[in-house]
Nanobody
Framework: QEELVESGGGSVQAGGSLRLSCAAS????????MGWFRQAPGKEREGVAV???????SYADSVKGRFTISQDNAKNTLYLQMNSLKPEDTAMYYC????????????????????????WGQGTQVTVSS
């Protein structure tokens, strides 16, 4: 059974950093594009970053230059390094897997990642205080 388990969330002050991890199992990891989406209280879900099996990446404008997505294919693990965090980054962060290729995801927009995700985890909370 497919499973994605996120970890690494927490509370930090503005300007701080966090590194999220996502352990994937139960499916062929390399056959999917992987990414992160988030949901803040009272707001809609939005994708923030995507990486495909070849290592190509794409980011939402709101996090570009501050967040870095990466993966370890040997460990079926996805990461999100978040630097220069802002209070508006406060949200539940979800790891997601999508059968769509990067070209399709980019055409739809990274922010729409959650609408084409096949699997996602339970989420990890990130809270940034000012």
């Amino acid at each position: 059974q497919e499973e994605l388990v996120e970890s690494g969330g927490g509370s930090v002050q503005a300007g701080g950093s966090l590194r999220l991890s996502c352990a994937a199992s139960g499916y062929t990891y390399s056959g999917y594009s992987m990414g992160w989406f988030r949901q803040a209280p009272g707001k809609e879900r939005e994708g923030v970053a995507v990486i495909d099996s070849a290592g190509s990446t794409s980011y939402a404008d709101s996090v570009k230059g501050r967040f870095t997505i990466s993966q370890d294919n040997a460990k079926n693990t996805l990461y999100l390094q978040m630097n220069s965090l802002k209070p508006e980054d406060t949200a539940m962060y979800y790891c997601a897997a999508s059968r769509f290729r990067m070209t399709t995801i980019q055409a739809l927009g990274v922010k729409a990642l959650h609408t084409i995700a096949d699997y996602w985890g339970q989420g990890t909370q990130v809270t940034v205080s000012s």
